[in-house]
């Protein structure tokens, strides 16, 4: 049972890839049916399937292979020819043989299977009968002696041989024969013709008169080898770790080699590290490429689409295929198939007019479609093109505001491409009635969901009346990937740098809200804008400032600008789930491990765009506000004071006391920034110490202007280190001013009094 089982799956993968290759093929044949070498290896997969079915006992797919033979035989001896219908009925039959297939495939026969092919075997002999109408009035005995010749190339070892022995017999009886008539009868001494024919059949019924015909085997061994997917996803898993681990070796080397500067074993522990970094590399590569398949798989299938779309839609329409070879992660290829399906019919449908109206637009009745793979960096690139009417989007408009899709103030902000775009609405049609093609105003959406899912982008180019093209730019793998690392308030999110088009930084007085929206004005362009910290909930510890970076991320056809607070750096980073604990937060796709061995999520950014939705969040009236905050009096302003003595603090704020200012103590570096980190006072000015224990005032500083709501906030060095390298360093971190111990009263309080622009009244 166990050989059985196995010789069964070896058929099903055979048998597969045999009728794909036939379906290919068919099409290609009906483009050039002079081609009789392309015709014979059509006939040779039907005969072989045939041959492996029977012996399987599949009956019903071999009733039906034998018939579709039938009429192969016969269009390769020229005694037909394959017509657009009886192509349609082979296609038909095709499919119908793909559908057996599936049926074995789930249990095991053929039988009880529901599919009927009592219709089309009947078809296959009214193709046959019809053809040899002609013959019919020949005696059956010259039917007999003219019956074509069997064709060897298709037989097996033994069936050669027996074919060679008949016919030798039969050469050497016609001969005897002859020579039986003249065989006098005075030679009664000689042996008589008829004991020699006798003896020649005897003698040529046996197997040692002719030897079988040795197959050729191949002089190399076999090249390749079947290995599971799940074998291969666990090597994937292993590499991801260690890719990880990689990144965190990298990141320790770079902290040894600050620390240990000049040391002599930094050498050698820099070739190891690059080593180990080079070898991950590339085995990380090896691993995916054995993921890897040909976008082949997928395009082979649309001859067989726009052949069929063409005689259902009446039009003549061209499939240019380009850049098949080019390779794409599995788990990527099987989720592109049905978007591409999707787009090759609308560009059949919507983009290729009929010949009529392309004859009388100056154009070839033959329209084109080109569809073309090529690789983009880390992404792959698949190119849908055609030369038909082209989109108009002022039309395009009008249709979704007949449906409800947008608003009519939406549509006069559209761009075209954002027009262009509309397609993917769900619901949105510009079909005239319904048909079995289209109509129903399902299809272009299901494009956009799946390559939502594959943090794809979607590009549309038209220019009316001369043809439209789509780019659907895809990541090669979706196991590792690129992302631009950035940071909102103290944390961090990984944006695969698939979805991110550009960053920009930006001033917040480029901000403007149009009915109640955050947007911005990119070139020609307007963006949604939102923070990434409305999105995910972070706690607003710190705002803006004057200045925000921009992250424009793009999905399918949509495109948003992301406001950060930090850009941290592209970095190659391993997907990790996010266990069944956490799965299902909104916006998150997984999480993966930094260099330092911290823990960033990984943004998913459909889902962040569906959230930006419900951002009511008005960015420029909190610029407005944070900037129109009036101080009415001098306890309004707020000092915090940073020193581990005790004295010193005392000193400070009997200083400010006569400012009448809001003061608060902080004993250390640590301290001082939690309390600026807590968001619970706005701070004026901070007087910080240099020698303190935990963060010295050196660090504080640095870390204080991290933050861009404290870019610009006054920070005074109070201190006995006076040296120029002392102040130099103060300038570099950030320090605003110098304020050396001793010092007056007066000095202090004037210093501050300017800093934090307190009337001088006061």
Not at 215 to 232: A, D, F, G
Not at 341 to 360: L, Q
Request: a negative charge.
């Amino acid at each position: 049972m166990d050989d059985l089982q196995e010789i069964l799956e070896d058929f099903l993968v055979e048998a597969f890839e045999l009728i794909e290759q036939m379906d290919q093929d068919l099409v290609e044949l009906e483009s050039h049916p002079e081609d009789l070498e392309l015709l014979n290896g059509i006939f040779r997969v039907a005969h072989t399937v045939k041959g492996s079915s029977s012996f399987l006992n599949f009956d019903i797919l071999t009733k039906l292979t034998h018939h579709m033979e039938d009429v192969l035989n016969k269009a390769r001896k020229d005694e037909l020819k394959i017509t657009p219908d009886i192509m349609d009925v082979v296609l038909k039959s095709v499919d119908m043989m793909k559908a057996l297939l599936e049926a074995i495939k789930e249990s095991g026969t053929d039988a009880d299977c529901g599919i009927e092919i009592e219709e089309i075997c009947a078809k296959f002999d009214a193709i046959s009968s019809g053809k040899v109408v002609e013959t019919k009035e020949i005696p059956e005995v010259i039917e007999k002696e003219e019956a074509p010749e069997a064709n060897m190339e298709d037989m097996s070892d033994e069936e050669v041989a027996k074919e060679i022995e008949r016919l030798l017999a039969q050469k050497m009886e016609e001969k005897l024969a002859k020579k039986a008539k003249k065989t006098t009868k005075t030679n009664i001494t000689t042996e008589s013709a008829a004991e020699q024919l006798k003896e020649v059949k005897a003698k040529t019924s046996t197997k040692e008169t002719v030897k079988p015909i040795a197959k050729k085997t191949p002089s190399t061994p076999e090249q390749t080898i079947r290995v599971e997917v799940n074998r291969l996803d666990h090597l994937m898993n292993l590499i991801g770790e260690l890719v990880l681990g990689k990144n965190r070796l990298l990141k320790i080397y770079d902290d040894v080699e600050e620390r240990y500067e000049g040391e002599k074993f930094l050498e050698e522990l820099n070739q190891v590290v690059s080593s180990v970094s080079l070898v991950t590399t590339d085995l990380q590569i090896a691993v995916m490429k054995t993921r890897m398949l040909p976008v082949a798989k997928v395009f082979n299938k649309f001859p067989r689409l726009v052949r069929d779309l063409s005689r259902d839609l009446e039009k003549d329409i061209e499939l240019v295929l380009t850049g098949e070879e080019t390779e794409l992660d599995k788990s990527i290829v099987e989720e592109i198939s049905d978007p591409l399906v999707h787009m090759i019919r609308n560009s059949c449908d919507h983009g290729i007019e009929t010949p009529a109206i392309r004859k009388a637009a100056g154009k070839s009745e033959k329209g084109t479609v080109n569809l073309k793979a090529y690789n983009e960096g880390n992404q792959i690139v698949i190119e849908i093109k055609d030369d038909g009417a082209g989109m108009d989007s002022e039309f395009l408009k009008m249709k979704a505001l007949e449906k409800g899709i947008i608003t009519e103030r939406e549509a006069d902000l559209l761009s075209d491409k954002e027009a262009y775009g509309l397609i993917f609405k769900p619901g949105f049609s510009t079909a005239a009635k319904v048909t079995g093609v289209s109509g129903r105003g399902v299809g272009m959406d299901v494009v956009k969901t799946n390559i939502e899912k594959l943090n794809g982008i979607i590009d549309i180019d038209s220019e009316l009346g001369k043809g439209s093209t789509f780019k659907l730019k895809i990541p090669l793998t979706l196991a590792i990937m690129q992302a631009l690392l950035v940071s909102t308030q103290e944390e961090y999110f990984a944006i695969p740098l698939s979805s991110v088009l550009e960053t920009v930084r930006i001033s917040m007085d480029e901000v403007y809200t149009i009915e109640g929206k955050n947007v911005l004005r990119l070139r020609n362009e307007i963006l949604s804008l939102v923070r990434l910290s409305d999105l995910f909930g972070v706690k607003q510890i710190f705002d803006s400032g004057e200045h925000a970076y921009v992250i424009i991320i793009g999905l399918a056809e949509s495109k948003m600008g992301i406001i950060v607070d930090g850009l941290v750096g592209q970095e190659e980073i391993v997907i990790k789930s996010m266990g069944d604990y956490l799965q299902g937060i909104d916006g998150i796709a997984g999480a993966t491990i930094r260099g330092d061995g911290g823990v960033t999520l990984i943004a998913d950014v459909a889902a962040m765009m569906h959230l930006a939705k419900d951002i009511k969040v008005d960015l420029t009236q909190q610029a407005t506000n944070s900037v129109s905050q009036s101080k009415s009096s001098p306890s309004d302003y707020n000092v915090l004071i940073v020193d581990d003595s005790k004295t010193d603090r005392t000193i400070m704020r009997k200083s400010l006391a006569p400012l009448g200012v809001t003061l608060t103590e902080a004993t250390n570096g640590v301290e001082a920034l939690n309390i600026l980190k807590a968001n619970e006072i706005s701070f004026d000015a901070v007087l910080v110490d240099i020698e303190m224990p935990q963060m010295d005032g050196y660090t504080l500083a640095s870390e204080i202007r991290k933050y861009s709501k404290y870019r610009n906030l006054p920070l005074l060095a109070v201190t006995s280190r006076t040296s120029k390298s002392d102040r130099l360093r103060g300038v570099e971190v950030g320090m605003t001013e110098y304020i050396t111990k001793p010092y007056s009263p007066e000095y202090l309080l004037s210093a501050v009094s300017k800093n934090i622009k307190l009337p001088v009244e006061a």
